[in-house]
């Protein structure tokens, strides 16, 4: 018969249960440390959109909203535009960068797609098969490059706008021109009585492409951004002509004297908005500065005047004798992607997805343009009906609005920057700039 004997030892459970609740705590410790360290989600910008904290450790405007809208932990470092782009090549090239960086559509987020995750699938997961209806398509369409979404887009924008000063033109019982030979009459008209007529930053590139595009969107729609395409030559008899009335600006009237040595941020922005000129070519950006009591009130104190006046605004006028002033093109004005190389692609996602979604009503309030269909402007702080007005005619202008503001090539976009300068000061003549420009074009990897 087998015996089998158990030798038990006594335990000291004091002991015991002291080294328990040890492991216990360093157990739940361990587990909190992991949690706020999934949770802290990083994102550098440009333009953060109010995302940020302030000096004094308070979160600013928007960042109240996200807070308020259950965002996970958010860290957002904001750079001047030139140092952004220089931190942007260094940390996207070698993979440090941030969870979340903020793009331009065209050139910048082509140039750095490839190092983005693609976004669909998180898109498929939130909001269903349909995601795509919940967003503009312009937007959409931008924000994807070889059939990856890399970004999505927080908030609109609208160019190809003419921004009229109704005040002005009441004090002279002058119309908004209509087109082309009414723009150049009026604007001399002004100019006769001592008053600058349209106002013009030529001095930047940015704000001349915006109006290059305008005008030959208005001339031929889409034959501009079939020529980046390769689709369609740059000396494209409508793209010549686009050309021709741009440099004819600067001799006609149209244009202020010393255009070209203007900004259009301050220069321009300020003479306008403080009612030193009539006109100028602007974005929906501009909204917040004119048409909201706070905005005004900062573009008082800031450009030190007091009147109030009546700003409106309207496409660029008809040149191609259609009888229809010029629509607007769009494009995201700021959009977020994801870094492919990013640990923390979940949080990351949920942090996006409060940004890009559930603050929409909160940059409505600034009036942006919503990246989201059925988000409409929130008029509460307009200045006055005739504000109000004004961005309703903008609401339906954007609807209707076509093509895009952003170039994807940068090459073209150097090359027809080159070129508005030439002839605006009269080195080239129209056709020389576009036989540039299409050699830029032709040298362009597609």
Not at 29 to 48: D, G, P, Q, R
């Amino acid at each position: 018969m087998l015996i089998y004997c158990q030798t038990i030892s006594y335990i000291n459970w004091e002991d015991y249960m002291r080294h328990l609740f040890k492991t216990i705590l360093v157990f739940f410790t361990l587990i909190a440390f992991t949690n706020t360290t999934k949770a802290e989600v990083t994102y550098s910008c440009w333009n953060c959109m109010m995302l940020g904290i302030d000096g004094e450790g308070n979160p600013e405007g928007a960042r109240v909203d996200y807070n308020n809208n259950g965002g996970v932990n958010l860290s957002v470092t904001q750079y001047p535009y030139g140092d952004y782009l220089q931190a942007l090549q260094l940390n996207m090239i070698s993979g440090t960068s941030d969870d979340l960086m903020a793009f331009q559509v065209g050139s910048m987020i082509s140039e750095y797609a490839e190092y983005l995750e693609d976004l669909t699938p998180y898109c498929e997961k939130e909001w269903g098969a349909n995601w795509k209806d919940k967003f503009l398509a312009v937007g959409i369409d931008q924000t994807t490059v070889d059939g990856r979404l890399v970004a999505l887009p927080q908030v609109m924008s609208a160019a190809g706008a003419l921004w009229y000063n109704q005040t002005i033109f009441d004090k002279y019982n002058l119309s908004v021109p209509t087109n082309w030979e009414e723009w150049i009459s009026v604007s001399n008209t002004l100019r006769e009585n001592g008053e600058i007529g349209f106002m013009h930053g030529a001095k930047d590139s940015w704000v001349n492409y915006d109006l290059f595009i305008g005008i030959a969107n208005e001339l031929d729609p889409g034959v501009i951004y079939e020529a980046e395409a390769g689709e369609a030559a740059w000396t494209h008899d409508s793209l010549v002509k686009a050309m021709t009335l741009w440099g004819e600006m600067f001799t006609n009237g149209i244009m202020q004297d010393g255009a070209l040595g203007n900004s259009q941020y301050p220069d321009t922005h300020q003479a306008f908005t403080s009612g030193k000129a009539a006109m100028m070519t602007m974005g929906t950006w501009n909204n917040f500065s004119t048409f909201t009591n706070e905005g005004l009130k900062g573009s008082k104190d800031s450009y030190g005047f007091s009147e109030d006046f009546k700003y409106g605004i309207t496409g660029l006028p008809d040149m191609n004798g259609d009888g229809k002033h010029g629509r607007l093109f769009a494009s995201p004005d700021v959009s977020i992607g994801m870094s492919a190389s990013s640990n923390n692609k979940d949080e990351a996602w949920k942090a996006l997805k409060v940004i890009i979604e559930d603050l929409q009503s909160t940059y409505a309030k600034d009036l942006w343009v919503p990246a989201l269909n059925g988000v409409p402007f929130d008029m509460s702080d307009a200045t006055s009906d005739f504000a109000k007005a004004a961005l309703e005619y903008e609401l339906g202008m954007v609807e209707n609005a076509y093509g895009k503001r952003e170039f994807i090539y940068a090459e073209i976009k150097t090359a027809l920057g080159d070129a508005l300068q030439s002839v605006a000061v009269g080195d080239m003549s129209p056709l020389q700039a576009m036989e540039m420009v299409e050699e830029a074009s032709q040298s362009v990897k597609r």
